[in-house]
């Protein structure tokens, strides 16, 4: 373990909004504090932004969509181009305060930052391929098949990616001509400002891209606003639900990336050497705050004892501490609200049966925070609150089987299909598995899928495509026009 210090970040222009692709001043004289989750202290006060900024916001990108719908893509492009350079420029800053604000340990912020830098290059590159219309021959004549954007966008996305976010769905949405408003989470407040300044530098004309960290309020303007053409959620179920139902009112498009409950199957002839690091790093990757992370771990029961012994070890060898120094593992919570979440699921499942192999409680000498230990659950059952909810946060099931038609039967015994994995040695075996597996993606001899692949979810995971060549399309509408 080591011991937590105060780590101060300065923020660009922190008396500003970023609103229409200018700084400006905020509509009223709010600030909001930004509380560490490793000292439950407050490190800054920011401005809060409002309605009245949301609805300034929406101004300008309704304003700007002819203008920037009308330049040619390779225009965008060159603008899209430099804000991603930008971004890159900025990876240290972002990293800085994702960890103060978020909670996101920096070993784990660098490698997502990274990876956040190779999909938006990658989406700059495939963007140069994109063909946004084609003639096509029907028994009814030729006709033009066109993609065009949909209009102004609002971008809500979750705290635990809000840069990776940016690569998969807006930049891709940029391109196509959409003029877009990113309203981040209140967790992310310190780290909008260096992707609002990233913007700032890239030059973007006015009106096509703002940067919100709001609360509810902005968030519920935005989505009900007439004016705003798509929504694009990052989130919990609960919130994509309402948006779903607002965005129906008004025959809105909505995309809705939400949570998970992904299951790993490790198969009898796993390669544990392969397995056990895999799965603790997943899971030990932001204290299990990532939506595609194997919560349930279902394993072949003639090698149930041997894994379960080698993840306790793997999660006892982290190292626990503060998420802003650079050989931290394992960080606190991003809110005490998480914390006590998980910990209520924790004791609900040890009631229900299930017996905690290891953590399930608070770090000893992190009196400060909000810390908790990785727990690992066995003798939990598939049909357990704790199997079937999504925690997003340090709660770990191991589930045994007895074939493999029983493990594909478990893992689509849920009501969410975003991620899955299966370990074994047998190439046929793994993807006969992954096609069974209702998911929207799967990974072999793996935990974390490959995002521009497309990414994306089913059932009550979500619908709609983030990155690759269906991020571009996602927020298009297409045109038929009789030649």
Not at 231 to 243: C, D, L, P, Y
Not at 347 to 376: M, N, Q
Request: aromatic residues 8%.
């Amino acid at each position: 373990m080591t011991e937590k210090r105060s780590t101060s970040v300065q923020v660009p222009h922190e008396n500003e909004l970023f609103v229409g692709g200018r700084w400006v001043a905020p509509s009223t004289s709010d600030r909001a504090e930004v509380v560490s989750p490793a000292t439950g202290a407050v490190v800054r006060t920011l401005p809060r932004p409002a309605v009245a900024d949301a609805e300034a916001a929406v101004a300008a990108a309704r304003a700007a969509f002819p203008g920037w719908s009308a330049l040619a893509p390779e225009e965008r492009l060159e603008y899209v181009s430099r804000f991603c350079a930008a971004l890159d420029a900025r990876a240290d800053d972002i990293n800085a305060a994702w960890a103060v604000e978020a909670g996101m340990p920096l070993r784990d912020g660098r490698a997502l930052t990274s990876a956040a830098s190779e999909m938006w290059n990658h989406a700059l590159e495939t963007a140069k391929t994109l063909e946004y219309s084609e003639i096509r021959e029907t028994f009814q004549g030729p006709v033009e098949i066109r993609r065009e954007p949909q209009g102004p966008t609002v971008a809500i996305v979750a705290f635990n990616g809000p840069h990776m976010q940016t690569a998969l769905a807006i930049v891709p949405g940029l391109i196509v001509g959409n003029p877009f408003i990113l309203k981040l989470p209140p967790l992310n407040r310190m780290l909008g400002y260096f992707l609002a300044d990233a913007a700032a530098e890239a030059g973007f004309p006015d009106g096509v891209f703002s940067v919100l960290a709001g609360d509810a309020d902005v968030s519920q303007h935005l989505v009900e606003h007439p004016d705003v053409a798509a929504v694009h959620f990052t989130g919990g179920n609960e919130v994509g639900s309402a948006i779903m139902r607002s965005c129906a009112d008004r025959i809105a498009h909505v995309t809705l990336e939400l949570g998970g409950k992904s299951a790993a199957i490790v198969a009898a002839d796993a390669d544990l050497d392969v397995a056990v690091p895999a799965l603790v790093d997943g899971l030990a990757q932001y204290s299990g705050q990532i939506c595609v992370a194997m919560t349930r771990i279902l394993v072949d029961r003639r090698i149930h004892d041997e894994l379960v012994q080698r993840l306790v070890a793997g999660f006892a060898a982290l190292t626990i501490g503060d998420p802003a120094e650079p050989d931290t593992q394992w960080g606190p919570l991003a809110g005490e609200t998480f914390r006590d979440r998980a910990e209520g699921y924790i004791e609900r499942a040890v009631a229900a049966g299930a017996t905690v192999a290891y953590g399930g409680s608070r770090p000893a000498g992190f009196d400060e925070g909000w810390y908790l230990e990785p727990t690992l659950l066995t003798g939990v059952t598939n049909d357990m609150e704790v199997a079937q909810n999504e925690i997003f946060g340090p709660v770990f099931c191991v589930i045994p089987f007895d074939d493999l038609d029983e493990a594909v039967a478990l893992a689509n015994d849920s009501r969410y299909g975003l991620a899955g994995s299966v370990f074994t040695r047998d190439t046929d075996t793994a993807r006969s598995i992954a096609r069974q597996v209702r998911t929207g993606v799967f990974a072999v001899n793996a935990t974390f899928p490959r995002l521009t692949g497309p990414f994306g979810g089913m059932k009550q995971s979500g619908f709609g495509r983030e990155g690759g060549v269906e991020g571009f399309w996602e927020l298009t509408t297409t045109k038929c026009i009789a030649l």
